[in-house]
Nanobody
Framework: QVQLVESGGGLVQPGDSLRLSCTAS????????MGWFRQAPGKEREFVASISWTTTDTHSAAPVKGRFTISKNTAENTVYLQMNSLRPEDTAVYYC?????????????????WGQGTQVTVSS
């Protein structure tokens, strides 16, 4: 089992930047992929980005490509999501998740453990 704790959310203006962090504890050696997802009010949870725990492979969703960057520090069991040029449509609760069975998944159903989420609000 693994515990995931996100931090770094907040209220920002359009065009601003934020960096989210997700620190994992517990059974981290068996992780295949770490992912970031988001869920806006009234919408389904959607994939944002993922990173392999053992390689440098990353994947990003089209709406955030070129603006958001996922990275990791495996020595500190932490994954980051650097979000630049934020837009009002990026407003959501952001969740990190761990996948123990495959690389590069974009499907909510494939992830085994989830953090509690951190709110990101982009508004002028």
């Amino acid at each position: 089992q693994v515990q995931l704790v996100e931090s770094g959310g907040g209220l920002v203006q359009p065009g601003d930047s934020l960096r989210l962090s997700c620190t994992a504890s517990g059974r981290t050696d068996d992780i295949y992929t770490m992912g970031w997802f988001r869920q806006a009010p009234g919408k389904e949870r959607e994939f944002v980005a993922s990173i392999s725990w053992t390689t440098t492979d990353t994947h990003s969703a089209a709406p955030v490509k070129g603006r958001f960057t996922i990275s990791k520090n495996t020595a500190e069991n932490t994954v980051y999501l650097q979000m630049n040029s934020l837009r009002p449509e990026d407003t959501a609760v952001y969740y990190c998740a761990a996948d123990y069975t495959q690389f590069g998944s974009r499907d909510v159903e494939h992830y085994d453990y989830w953090g509690q989420g951190t709110q990101v609000t982009v508004s002028s």
